[in-house]
């Protein structure tokens, strides 16, 4: 088994680093989360890499003025992982709720709070054709944030490789909603599920810029990454963005358990603003 040998990361720094990420990104690392740490950042720090030790790295984000450096540290340390319909009991809830909305609503709006590569936000777009034939007509956009720019620029090319096509999305709908590159074996996004959406970067723990209100928010798989008092924050705010009847979509295995709210729970990690 191949040996890897990784510089040696203080307690001490290790805090330190947490504390830079909490600041500029409002994640939280906890203590067993260490080691991710060290791997990831290992693409920087080492004997053969730009900087020698950890405590060189941390004090290069420090005096950092082009903000590249610390861009770089978020973008490494932001887990980011999808797949076209992921959990597609929210797929299939999100179809027919756009059907109710479209008929008494003179506007659509979503948002993929945490975009990650992109797959999300255009199976929501799949999802707003499937279901409503002309999404255009009803001035449904859709909007899709995340924190890593890189990830960010990757969801706008709307670019993927075969395998993390093939087996989430049925052949019929490839054909109609992609077109292929045989020489690279890539599935391109077309241009109308492209132009639905709307690629941005948000710290949800900032400002909110936002002039209309949403009817559905997916917000999965992101609030394992904060404390309870920024949930708090989080899901306060987006609430605050919802029209009323709108909806907000945890991931499976999440819940607002402990978070005082204003949602009411429907099922599946669904929730609406009932006020």
Request: aromatic letters at 14%; charged letters at 30%; one cysteine or more.
């Amino acid at each position: 088994m191949e040996k890897f040998d990784y510089p040696q990361l203080s307690d001490e720094v290790f805090k330190k680093f947490t504390d830079l990420l909490f600041k500029n990104s409002g994640i939280t690392l906890k203590e067993h989360k260490k080691y991710l740490l060290i791997h990831r950042l290992s693409k920087y720090v080492g004997p053969n890499k730009e900087f020698k030790s950890f405590d060189e790295y941390y004090d290069a984000l420090i005096v950092d003025k082009s903000g590249k450096v610390m861009e770089n540290f978020v973008n490494t340390l932001t887990t980011n992982w999808s797949f076209f319909f992921r959990e597609p009991v929210h797929f299939d809830f999100l179809k027919n709720h756009l059907k109710e909305v479209a008929a008494k609503e003179n506007y659509i709006r979503i948002w993929s709070a945490a975009c990650s590569t992109g797959e999300e936000p255009y199976s929501m777009s799949i999802s707003a054709f499937q279901s409503l034939k002309t999404p255009y007509q009803y001035d449904l956009k859709i909007l899709a944030s995340d924190i890593s720019t890189r990830v960010l620029k990757l969801a706008g090319e709307g670019r993927y490789h075969y395998t993390k096509v093939r087996g989430h999305i049925e052949e019929a709908e490839l054909r109609s909603y992609f077109d292929f590159d045989r020489e690279n074996n890539d599935f391109i996004v077309k241009p109308q599920i492209k132009n639905l959406i709307s690629f941005r970067y948000l710290n949800l723990l900032e400002h909110y810029p936002f002039n209309k209100k949403f009817d559905v928010v997916f917000l999965r798989n992101v609030l394992i990454y904060f404390d309870n008092k920024e949930k708090e924050y989080v899901i306060n705010k987006i609430h605050e963005h919802l029209k009323p009847g709108g909806i907000l979509i945890l991931g499976l295995s999440e819940s607002l358990v402990g978070i005082r709210h204003k949602l009411n729970s429907i099922k599946n990690s669904i929730y609406q603003n009932k006020t």
